[in-house]
């Protein structure tokens, strides 16, 4: 008798293990971020590290599939009414994480409570021209707009879902700090500093993930990153330059993963404080700046130059504009015009977020024709914030890489230069003229004709200084079954793992 119970149990083990073992091969996935997530709450932030993580626990209107084409999710199909009235049908199959279903409540919840200013959205320059929400039944959501918006799908690919159930009963900060969506991975817990932990959604209506857990750690140095790679320890290291990437060539178990980004690298020299109020002193700065050094001798020629706020893959890219060229005498000899207003210690606020190998070298080309820069670098977070600040706090001089994932020059244009945006340093009424005509018509000429304008302005008087479209690396485990996008999506259940 026990011999045949010991067979049974065997034959048990047979048939079970194998299951076991695929899914113990590779329970949990160990994603290596730069920063921690500054914000949860997918209506209070928008930067890499808190989209990589969030874009997992929530579910977006619509989405983008891995050729950038925008297709439907929670919104099933959608219709145009006129040209400022758009009627979405939302699943009837989804629920969030509590178990409570998600409905046309929730979406138009989600829409007005990102542009109600007092909220003051991150992002509310990118949905200000929606007026309104309303949920006309459980599964259909009319979106009124201010004028024709051109770019209103293209920007509701980044409005996550949330449930009006849960955040108006414990407030936005506790929801920040528990969050709870409905995609296809639900928070498990957040260690401040260290890392943020999702498992898996099983009762998620679309594709469910591979993995059990997701681990998104917080390692501000690449090295360790990388370092962390080849021990097998992480399985995914975002953010490497072309040095580190080198290394990664020729070990063992791991690979390169780059694709150039819609994402855009900038220079931001603040207009509404000394000294860049002074044209001049701009203009010095774009011809002290040699962009094709920094893409060759830095960049490994990933990374492709720009002159203005879009690249060839935007919507609204105008051929032909060209910025002030690079000429280091001419660039000192405007400095030394300046006298005194250019003799001043500058900081230059940066973060570990950002290539620091760039930074440097733009405060050595910058110190060169005779500026005296100094960096100053905080965490994301802080960056941020002062980012954000009233214009004329926000820092004189600072480096940015920005995706609206949106492909269109609306959705780099209009938070980094109009003025009712917490991201932008300059009040300038013709800029904001242009900005309004161009997300207020569906014509794609007049919209090119006003954008045109805008980076003609841009290129003239360096009101903000674009440098290159930039190529996002990443190092990963060989086993690791994924594919990087240019809108820079990281889905988990796109996700897979292959012994």
Same mark, same amino acid.
């Given at each position: 008798m026990k011999m045949l119970r010991a067979l049974t149990f065997a034959a048990l083990i047979g048939v079970v293990m194998p299951t076991l073992g695929f899914a113990a091969a590779k329970e949990t996935v160990v994603i290596d971020l730069v920063s921690e997530p500054s914000s949860l709450d997918p209506h209070k932030q928008?930067?890499?590290?808190?989209?990589?993580?969030?874009?997992?626990?929530?579910?977006?209107?619509?989405?983008?599939?891995?050729?950038?084409?925008?297709?439907?999710?929670?919104?099933?199909?959608?219709?145009?009414?006129?040209?400022?009235?758009?009627?979405?049908?939302?699943?009837?199959?989804?629920?969030?994480?509590?178990?409570?279903?998600?409905?046309?409540?929730?979406?138009?919840?989600?829409?007005?409570?990102?542009?109600?200013?007092?909220?003051?959205?991150?992002?509310?320059?990118?949905?200000?021209?929606? !007026?309104?929400? $309303?949920?006309?039944?459980?599964?259909?959501?009319?979106?009124?707009?201010? #004028?024709?918006?051109? /770019? %209103?799908? *293209?920007?509701?690919?980044?409005?996550?879902?949330?449930?009006?159930?849960?955040?108006?009963?414990?407030?936005?900060?506790?929801?920040?700090?528990?969050?709870?969506?409905?995609?296809?991975?639900?928070?498990?817990?957040?260690?401040?500093?260290?890392?943020?932990?999702?498992?898996?959604?099983?009762?998620?209506?679309?594709?469910?993930?591979?993995?059990?857990?997701?681990?998104?750690?917080?390692?501000?140095?690449?090295?360790?990153?990388v370092a962390n790679l080849?021990?097998?320890?992480?399985? !995914?290291?975002? $953010?490497?330059?072309?040095?580190?990437?080198?290394?990664?060539?020729?070990? #063992?178990?791991?690979? /390169? %993963?780059? *694709?150039?980004?819609?994402?855009?690298?900038?220079?931001?020299?603040?207009?509404?404080?000394?000294?860049?109020?002074?044209?001049?002193?701009?203009?010095?700065?774009?011809?002290?700046?040699?962009?094709?050094?920094?893409?060759?001798?830095?960049?490994?020629?990933?990374?492709?130059?720009?002159?203005?706020?879009?690249?060839?893959d935007y919507k609204g890219y105008v051929a032909g504009i060209q910025g002030l060229p690079f000429d280091p005498d001419q660039a000192k000899q405007l400095v030394q015009k300046a006298g005194a207003k250019a003799a001043e210690p500058i900081a230059f606020v940066t973060s570990p977020t950002f290539d620091q190998r760039i930074v440097q070298a733009l405060i050595q080309q910058l110190n060169d024709v005779g500026f005296k820069i100094n960096v100053e670098s905080v965490d994301f977070a802080t960056y941020l914030q002062r980012a954000q600040s009233e214009k004329t706090k926000q820092p004189a001089i600072s480096f940015g890489r920005w995706s609206c994932a949106c492909q269109d020059a609306d959705g780099i244009s209009f938070p980094l230069l109009h003025s009712s945006s917490s991201f932008s340093a300059l009040s300038d009424p013709k800029i904001d003229a242009l900005l309004e005509a161009a997300r207020n018509t569906l014509d794609p000429d007049k919209r090119l004709v006003a954008y045109k304008d805008v980076a003609t302005a841009v290129a003239k008087d360096a009101l903000i200084l674009p440098l290159y479209q930039a190529a996002v690396i990443y190092g990963a485990s060989e086993k690791l079954k994924w594919s990087p996008t240019a809108n820079e999506s990281f889905f988990l259940n796109r996700a897979s793992w292959s012994e």
């Open positions: 928008w930067n890499p590290d808190s989209h990589f993580v969030y874009r997992n626990i929530f579910d977006q209107l619509l989405s983008r599939d891995d050729k950038g084409e925008i297709i439907p999710s929670i919104a099933r199909s959608w219709a145009y009414k006129s040209d400022t009235e758009i009627v979405f049908t939302v699943r009837d199959d989804v629920t969030f994480h509590d178990g409570q279903k998600l409905t046309a409540e929730d979406v138009a919840f989600s829409i007005n409570r990102i542009i109600d200013k007092k909220f003051a959205s991150p992002q509310l320059s990118q949905f200000n021209k929606i !007026l309104s929400a $309303t949920a006309s039944s459980a599964s259909e959501v009319t979106i009124k707009t201010d #004028g024709p918006y051109p /770019v %209103l799908l *293209a920007q509701l690919v980044k409005l996550s879902i949330v449930p009006k159930h849960i955040v108006e009963k414990v407030g936005n900060d506790a929801f920040n700090l528990a969050p709870v969506g409905s995609g296809a991975y639900k928070f498990e817990k957040w260690q401040r500093g260290v890392d943020v932990v999702l498992v898996r959604n099983d009762n998620y209506w679309g594709d469910k993930g591979y993995f059990l857990r997701a681990d998104f750690r917080a390692v501000p140095d690449a090295a360790t990153r080849k021990a097998g320890t992480a399985d !995914l290291a975002v $953010t490497l330059d072309p040095d580190l990437a080198a290394q990664l060539e020729g070990a #063992g178990g791991v690979k /390169v %993963l780059t *694709a150039v980004t819609e994402r855009i690298a900038y220079l931001k020299l603040n207009t509404s404080r000394p000294p860049f109020d002074d044209v001049e002193l701009r203009r010095a700065v774009a011809q002290a700046v040699d962009r094709q050094s920094i893409i060759e001798g830095l960049l490994g020629g990933y990374d492709k130059p720009v002159s203005q706020l879009a690249s060839p």
